[in-house]
């Protein structure tokens, strides 16, 4: 049930929005009817050709589902600093905003390993160089500036077989911009808002001497929106291109971040209940006792060569290296590590045709390696570290993966898709520390063989069906090894890997005639030894993670983009997700439970946004988010005083963007407001026995810039 300021906001909202869309359509009827180069351009996200899949593909002819996030969405970010702003039209995936900063967990369709520093289990490349480690965790994003990304391909469900333990969940492949045909080009835009907000960008591109590129600076700050929880970035990233795209072509790239975030950790309902207009901005008192805090400094360097060989072979090749430095201050103890990643793929691909099929053949190995040096000092409090250490042990982990891919063109409007992957992925452990005399050095591996089959259909120009079967593969990582509830120190080797296999139907397509897009999934994923986390009492401030219970999941996803008339764009995002344990066992209580809903899975998702270019330089926007409730812990018992499970939240949206020019100089000038009516929600929660499970999300927050392009 909406509350009556909600209702009010909505009747305001349509009024907005039925009188935006009359005076526009109002507009355009003395104009002559677009014509079919302009629908096209309007309705073309069947048409374009996707890399996610490891190969070059029309996206009505890729038989999984799949989600362009285009440049014109990617324009009209708020604050363009986190994944949870780009992600708003992708169904199927939901981004949890830790601290209304860049720190976030993201899952699709409910798969994505909740640790303390990232996830794990989706894939997550940037222009060809992939940002997971050898066991597939992915770190924050910090390193992304999504003002200069240029598309977001995201492919949802268990594609192991594509890129290995990684992609369990599915594939986020990010595609940053080009530098400009001119010589030099200036880009920048600031924006700042509520909270102590603002971030500034500058951009140098263009091409020169045959190399074309670009080079971006980026400085990000905010005090968040409750007590201990601020933040900062500087990013810098250089992308330099040597030759022509589809020949011989090769990218370098160049990046550094140095990312700073304080942890104001989840509150518990009783200790704001009786004023929670003020109270709920409080840090949990842990977070003030010891500092709590992340820091990520890091340096990447990589290469990516497309060369075209003899008979049509292709050659695609990407070498990279990461060095972080990381420094976090929990209850416990005070952990220092230092990363070293470095790491390879070689992929050859070829085409023919026999008997009127067309064949389209590649295969590759991928190669990735990490050295972590670890220690931990105690947390006397404040952040201050004692003399004693609780770890010094060094980690190396490798992984390998051998992969075949064989797609089939039967006709022009028929086809399938084989792959097949071989993963070995071995973890050791050197123990430095040998408390009383004891060494708790040890090694684990994992293997394992997934595959992935696919059917498209396109029985008509604009319209298609796809069909695939799937498989996942998720070995313990880092952190899942390492919070060892046995030992301080060494691994946790009881740990097993979680499997999962998946079904998915699809249908998407075009039309002209109404300017409409339209894409539909629905999908069976069932999981074995998925993840959980837990605590012990007697090591109650540290997290721990074990082989909880297997899953069925099944939900349908709709992405619907309508554009009635010229100057109007009307889009809905909308998933509908039924994920529950077969049997679940909860590891601090030891009690096993039956048939309940996963924590932290609402089973709807909707958004909805509206555009419209009400004279050619002013562009007015509203959206409205709704979001169901979820369960906090796997029990699904809700309590008396509210705790087990949150309330439904509906937010509001506005922006408004002037284009103008001076000097010949192009500006825009933009407004956005989110939540503007003041709705009390929270963002996130993660099961905690001591039930400090629940995130405050901000109330309305407004932030204003500018961007030009010189």
Same mark, same amino acid.
């Given at each position: 049930?909406?509350?009556?300021?909600?209702?009010?906001? +909505?009747?305001? !909202? /349509?009024?907005?929005? +039925?009188?935006?869309? !009359?005076?526009?359509?109002?507009?355009?009827?003395?104009?002559?009817?677009?014509?079919?180069?302009?629908?096209?351009?309007?309705?073309?996200?069947?048409?374009?050709?996707?890399?996610?899949?490891?190969?070059?593909?029309?996206?009505?002819?890729?038989?999984?589902?799949? *989600?362009?996030?285009?440049?014109?969405?990617?324009?009209?970010?708020?604050?363009?600093?986190?994944?949870?702003?780009?992600?708003?039209? &992708?169904?199927?995936?939901?981004?949890?905003?830790?601290?209304?900063?860049?720190?976030?967990?993201?899952?699709?369709?409910?798969?994505?390993?909740?640790?303390?520093?990232?996830?794990?289990?989706?894939?997550?490349?940037?222009?060809?160089?992939?940002?997971?480690?050898?066991?597939?965790?992915?770190?924050?994003?910090?390193? %992304?500036?999504?003002?200069? &990304?240029?598309?977001?391909?995201?492919?949802?469900?268990?594609?192991?077989?594509?890129?290995?333990?990684?992609?369990?969940?599915?594939?986020?492949?990010?595609?940053?911009?080009?530098?400009?045909?001119?010589?030099?080009?200036?880009?920048?835009? /600031?924006?700042?808002?509520?909270?102590?907000?603002?971030? @500034?960008?500058?951009?140098?591109?263009?091409?020169? $001497?045959?190399?074309?590129?670009?080079?971006? $600076?980026?400085?990000?700050?905010?005090? $968040?929106?409750?007590?201990?929880?601020?933040?900062?970035?500087?990013?810098?990233?250089?992308?330099?291109?040597?030759?022509?795209?589809?020949?011989?072509?090769?990218?370098?790239?160049?990046?550094?971040?140095?990312?700073? #975030?304080?942890?104001?950790?989840?509150?518990?309902?009783?200790? /704001?209940?009786?004023?929670?207009?003020?109270?709920?901005?409080?840090?949990?008192?842990?977070?003030?006792?010891? =500092?709590?805090?992340?820091?990520?400094?890091?340096?990447?360097?990589?290469?990516? @060569?497309?060369?075209?060989?003899?008979?049509?072979?292709?050659?695609?090749?990407?070498?990279?290296?990461?060095?972080?430095?990381?420094?976090?201050?929990?209850?416990?103890?005070?952990?220092?590590?230092?990363?070293?990643?470095?790491?390879?793929?070689?992929?050859?691909?070829?085409?023919?045709?026999?008997?009127?099929?067309?064949?389209?053949?590649?295969?590759?190995?991928?190669?990735?390696?990490?050295?972590?040096?670890?220690?931990?000092?105690?947390?006397?409090?404040?952040?201050?570290?004692?003399?004693?250490?609780?770890?010094?042990?060094?980690?190396?982990?490798?992984?390998?993966?051998?992969?075949? %891919?064989?797609?089939?063109?039967?006709?022009?409007?028929?086809?399938?898709?084989?792959?097949?992957?071989?993963?070995?992925?071995? =973890?050791?452990?050197?123990?430095?520390?040998?408390?009383?005399? %004891?060494?708790?050095?040890?090694?684990?591996?994992?293997?394992?063989?997934?595959?992935?089959?696919?059917?498209?259909?396109?029985?008509?120009?604009?319209?298609?069906?796809?069909?695939?079967?799937?498989?996942?593969?998720?070995?313990?990582?880092?952190?899942?090894?390492?919070?060892?509830?046995?030992?301080?120190?060494?691994?946790?080797?009881?740990?097993?890997? @979680?499997?999962?296999?998946?079904?998915?139907?699809?249908?998407?397509?075009?039309?002209?005639? +109404?300017?409409?897009?339209?894409? +539909?999934?629905?999908?069976?994923?069932?999981?074995?030894?998925? /993840?959980?986390?837990?605590?012990?009492?007697?090591?109650?401030?540290?997290?721990?993670?074990?082989?909880?219970?297997?899953?069925?999941?099944?939900?349908?996803?709709?992405?619907?983009?309508?554009?009635?008339?010229?100057?109007?764009?009307?889009?809905?995002?909308? *998933?509908?997700?039924?994920?529950?344990?077969?049997?679940?066992?909860?590891?601090?209580?030891?009690?096993?439970?039956?048939?309940? !809903?996963?924590?932290?899975?609402?089973?709807?998702?909707?958004?909805?946004?509206?555009?419209? #270019?009400?004279?050619?330089?002013?562009?007015?926007?509203?959206?409205?988010?709704?979001?169901?409730?979820?369960?906090?812990?796997?029990?699904?018992?809700?309590?008396?005083?509210?705790?087990?499970?949150?309330?439904?939240?509906?937010?509001? =949206?506005?922006?408004?963007?002037?284009?103008?020019?001076?000097?010949?100089?192009?500006?825009?000038?933009?407004?956005?407001?989110?939540?503007?009516?003041?709705?009390?929600?929270?963002?996130?929660?993660?099961?905690?026995?001591?039930?400090?499970?629940?995130?405050?999300?901000?109330?309305?927050?407004?932030?204003?810039?500018?961007?030009?392009?010189?």
């Amino acid at each position: 049930m909406f509350n009556k300021k909600c209702s009010k906001g +909505f009747i305001v !909202f /349509f009024i907005i929005f +039925f009188f935006g869309l !009359f005076s526009v359509f109002a507009e355009q009827t003395e104009k002559a009817k677009k014509s079919d180069s302009e629908k096209k351009k309007e309705t073309e996200n069947f048409e374009v050709v996707v890399t996610a899949p490891r190969m070059e593909i029309p996206l009505k002819e890729n038989p999984a589902a799949t *989600t362009v996030v285009s440049q014109s969405v990617l324009e009209n970010l708020p604050r363009s600093i986190a994944l949870d702003e780009v992600m708003k039209l &992708v169904p199927g995936v939901r981004v949890d905003n830790q601290a209304d900063g860049e720190r976030v967990h993201f899952y699709i369709r409910g798969q994505g390993i909740l640790t303390e520093r990232g996830t794990r289990g989706i894939k997550v490349l940037v222009d060809g160089i992939p940002l997971n480690d050898p066991t597939g965790f992915v770190s924050d994003l910090y390193d %992304i500036d999504w003002a200069t &990304v240029k598309k977001i391909e995201v492919l949802r469900g268990p594609a192991a077989a594509l890129y290995g333990s990684g992609s369990s969940g599915g594939v986020i492949n990010i595609i940053t911009r080009d530098g400009s045909d001119l010589p030099v080009s200036v880009r920048g835009f /600031f924006v700042g808002g509520s909270y102590g907000f603002y971030k @500034a960008l500058t951009e140098a591109n263009g091409t020169f $001497g045959g190399v074309n590129y670009r080079i971006t $600076g980026s400085m990000t700050s905010g005090d $968040g929106y409750r007590d201990h929880s601020a933040y900062s970035g500087k990013n810098f990233y250089g992308k330099f291109n040597i030759g022509e795209s589809g020949k011989n072509r090769a990218t370098i790239i160049l990046s550094a971040t140095d990312f700073f #975030n304080e942890n104001p950790e989840g509150l518990n309902l009783a200790w /704001f209940s009786p004023d929670p207009d003020n109270l709920r901005k409080l840090a949990n008192p842990d977070a003030y006792t010891f =500092n709590e805090y992340q820091r990520t400094q890091r340096l990447t360097g990589g290469f990516h @060569a497309e060369l075209a060989l003899f008979s049509g072979l292709k050659l695609d090749a990407t070498a990279y290296f990461r060095h972080t430095k990381y420094k976090e201050a929990v209850p416990s103890s005070v952990i220092h590590r230092t990363y070293k990643t470095p790491g390879m793929t070689l992929q050859l691909s070829s085409s023919f045709d026999f008997a009127g099929v067309k064949n389209s053949l590649s295969s590759g190995i991928d190669f990735a390696y990490q050295n972590l040096d670890e220690f931990k000092h105690p947390n006397l409090g404040a952040a201050v570290e004692g003399n004693e250490l609780q770890s010094n042990q060094k980690i190396e982990q490798s992984g390998l993966g051998l992969f075949f %891919i064989d797609r089939v063109e039967l006709s022009k409007e028929l086809g399938f898709s084989f792959t097949m992957r071989y993963d070995r992925i071995k =973890n050791s452990l050197t123990d430095n520390l040998k408390i009383d005399g %004891i060494d708790l050095s040890d090694s684990v591996e994992f293997e394992k063989l997934t595959g992935r089959v696919g059917v498209y259909w396109n029985p008509f120009e604009k319209t298609g069906f796809y069909a695939n079967w799937g498989s996942g593969f998720l070995p313990p990582g880092t952190e899942e090894l390492i919070n060892n509830p046995y030992n301080y120190g060494g691994y946790n080797t009881l740990l097993k890997s @979680a499997t999962s296999s998946g079904i998915e139907f699809g249908m998407r397509g075009v039309s002209e005639d +109404f300017n409409l897009n339209y894409d +539909f999934a629905v999908f069976y994923l069932k999981t074995d030894n998925d /993840f959980g986390r837990y605590r012990i009492k007697t090591r109650p401030l540290e997290t721990f993670y074990g082989n909880v219970g297997s899953t069925n999941r099944y939900g349908l996803e709709t992405l619907l983009g309508w554009f009635p008339v010229e100057g109007v764009a009307l889009r809905l995002s909308y *998933t509908y997700s039924h994920f529950k344990y077969d049997e679940v066992k909860t590891m601090d209580s030891g009690m096993t439970y039956k048939d309940t !809903f996963l924590p932290n899975s609402p089973e709807h998702q909707l958004y909805f946004d509206s555009e419209f #270019n009400l004279i050619s330089d002013l562009t007015f926007g509203a959206s409205v988010e709704h979001v169901s409730s979820w369960f906090i812990d796997a029990t699904n018992r809700v309590f008396p005083d509210g705790y087990g499970k949150t309330s439904p939240y509906t937010l509001m =949206n506005v922006r408004l963007i002037y284009k103008f020019d001076v000097d010949d100089t192009p500006f825009e000038f933009f407004i956005f407001g989110r939540n503007i009516f003041n709705a009390k929600y929270y963002g996130f929660t993660e099961p905690d026995p001591d039930g400090n499970s629940y995130q405050p999300a901000p109330t309305s927050e407004w932030s204003l810039g500018f961007r030009f392009v010189k």
